[in-house]
């Protein structure tokens, strides 16, 4: 089926958006929906068409976004979701957040209105992790450990191998015993700039929850150390802020980050391996500088961090 179909489809078969007065394709993102703005009424809509063999997963992702409203998070508020008559498709109309990828806005604007966002976004995130798993979830540590032990035997067996990756994998080994009784919480898993929408200087909202998970908060903030500080410094250090009530995280804190941050090294090499291997050079790269913020995990807070002091201050 032809985008102009599927378009002809979607006029025809979901109610809610007969005489829509705009349907435009949506051509952002990496996942295999197919999406579209709608505007209708004046009221802009965010349309995921999906493969019916993803509906379990969507219908998951749909109540996710359900339960964030009861948190009051700051995303897509859900309208109906359904198949679509005449296709092999499912859709979710979702309300549109307008705005720009925080990847692309939050460059332009100062130090402090970076940070000031980061602080917004941290307290959404605080939000999220209000929702703890169900009884039935196994435990963090256990999931998680099983994970790691799987990463370890495939990246040793793989050849490729990190710079000083024995002082990873002992930095890792040492530390281990922390994920015992962490708190088993609702996770984005996918939490920074490229999923956060940015509008006038302010934070519009969190998209793209396809990949949640239960698991420990603490989990979340690697992709703060793997992206976000690439892109706004200021905006990472305020993400972490915010999420801590404005006060500062404490030692536990920084050496779980730094625990999570080394796993991924690990499996990050697995991944690119698998998905594209002609990347490894790439992704090594990317990594280096993750472990070069760290000293190699002899410091558990980044060096990037350290620079807090001047943002809050407004002396930059």
Same mark, same amino acid.
């Given at each position: *089926?032809?985008?102009?179909?599927?378009?002809?489809?979607?006029?025809?078969?979901?109610?809610?958006?007969?005489?829509?007065?705009?349907?435009?394709?949506?051509?952002?993102?990496?996942?295999?929906?197919?999406?579209?703005?709608?505007?209708?009424?004046?009221?802009?809509?965010?349309?995921?068409? &999906?493969?019916?063999?993803?509906? $379990?997963?969507?219908?998951?992702?749909?109540?996710?976004?359900?339960?964030?409203?009861?948190?009051?998070?700051?995303?897509?508020?859900?309208? +109906?979701?359904?198949?679509?008559?005449?296709?092999? *498709?499912?859709?979710?109309?979702?309300?549109?957040?307008?705005?720009?990828?925080?990847?692309?806005?939050?460059?332009?604007? /100062?130090?402090?209105?970076?940070?000031?966002?980061?602080?917004?976004?941290?307290?959404?995130?605080?939000?999220? #992790?209000?929702?703890?798993?169900?009884?039935?979830?196994?435990?963090? #540590?256990?999931?998680?450990?099983?994970?790691?032990?799987?990463?370890?035997?495939?990246?040793?067996?793989?050849?490729?191998?990190? =710079?000083?990756? $024995?002082?990873? !994998?002992?930095?890792?080994?040492?530390?281990?015993?922390? *994920?015992?009784?962490?708190?088993?919480?609702?996770? #984005?898993?996918? &939490?920074?700039?490229?999923?956060?929408?940015?509008? +006038?200087? =302010?934070? $519009?909202?969190?998209?793209?929850?396809?990949?949640?998970?239960?698991?420990?908060?603490?989990?979340?903030? !690697?992709?703060?150390?793997?992206? /976000? /500080?690439?892109?706004?410094?200021?905006?990472?250090?305020?993400?972490?802020?915010?999420? #801590?009530?404005?006060?500062?995280?404490? +030692?536990?804190?920084?050496?779980?980050?730094?625990?999570?941050?080394?796993?991924?090294?690990? /499996?990050?090499?697995?991944?690119?391996?698998?998905?594209?291997?002609?990347?490894?050079?790439?992704?090594?790269?990317?990594?280096?500088?993750?472990?070069?913020?760290?000293?190699?995990?002899?410091?558990?807070?980044?060096?990037?961090?350290?620079?807090?002091?001047?943002?809050?201050?407004?002396?930059?």
């Amino acid at each position: *089926m032809n985008e102009q179909e599927l378009i002809d489809n979607i006029v025809k078969g979901i109610d809610t958006l007969h005489g829509s007065s705009r349907i435009s394709k949506i051509n952002k993102g990496y996942s295999n929906d197919q999406k579209f703005l709608v505007e209708k009424n004046g009221q802009l809509y965010l349309l995921k068409c &999906f493969a019916l063999d993803e509906l $379990a997963a969507k219908q998951a992702e749909y109540e996710v976004l359900q339960r964030m409203q009861l948190y009051d998070v700051n995303c897509s508020k859900p309208i +109906e979701m359904s198949t679509l008559p005449n296709t092999e *498709m499912g859709y979710m109309l979702l309300t549109y957040i307008d705005g720009d990828e925080a990847t692309e806005a939050i460059p332009a604007y /100062s130090a402090e209105v970076q940070y000031t966002i980061g602080l917004e976004a941290g307290q959404e995130l605080a939000k999220m #992790h209000k929702w703890h798993a169900p009884a039935s979830v196994l435990s963090w #540590h256990d999931r998680k450990l099983a994970k790691h032990k799987s990463y370890i035997e495939q990246y040793m067996a793989s050849g490729a191998r990190m =710079k000083n990756d $024995a002082k990873i !994998l002992s930095f890792i080994e040492q530390n281990l015993y922390l *994920m015992k009784d962490r708190p088993n919480v609702f996770q #984005h898993d996918d &939490f920074h700039v490229g999923n956060l929408i940015v509008n +006038e200087g =302010k934070l $519009a909202g969190v998209i793209d929850f396809n990949r949640w998970d239960w698991g420990d908060p603490v989990h979340e903030f !690697l992709k703060a150390g793997m992206f /976000s /500080s690439e892109i706004s410094i200021p905006f990472t250090i305020g993400t972490i802020k915010g999420y #801590h009530g404005d006060r500062e995280p404490d +030692e536990k804190f920084w050496t779980l980050y730094s625990l999570y941050l080394a796993m991924t090294i690990i /499996s990050s090499i697995v991944w690119i391996l698998k998905v594209r291997p002609v990347e490894l050079p790439i992704m090594v790269e990317k990594l280096e500088r993750v472990l070069e913020d760290h000293h190699y995990f002899d410091s558990i807070v980044p060096r990037w961090y350290l620079e807090v002091q001047e943002y809050e201050t407004g002396s930059l």
